[in-house]
């Protein structure tokens, strides 16, 4: 009886155990391999538009309403197709 006892008690502790004990770990590496730099050190770099002098005449600019616009970038070329076939 008490060889049963252990038995069921070591079976009763191993349900209770997680079937995968990396829990999630699949899911961590991903995220893992599409984290480019997590700490990145920017030590020494300029930060782009970081420049105090070239804020200050924009800023300046700004308040003259002598605002400069945007220049126009064109990024991508895009064919259209109807792709709806003859009517």
Do not use: W
């Amino acid at each position: 009886m008490r060889i049963f006892s252990i038995a069921l008690l070591g079976l009763a502790t191993a349900a209770c155990t997680p079937n995968d004990v990396t829990l999630g770990g699949a899911m961590k590496h991903n995220v893992a391999m599409q984290t480019i730099d997590p700490e990145p050190h920017y030590t020494g770099a300029e930060m782009e538009g970081g420049s105090g002098s070239h804020a200050a005449s924009a800023m300046e600019r700004y308040r003259k309403g002598e605002v400069k616009e945007p220049q126009t970038i064109k990024t991508t070329e895009s064919v259209s197709n109807s792709g709806g076939g003859s009517q």
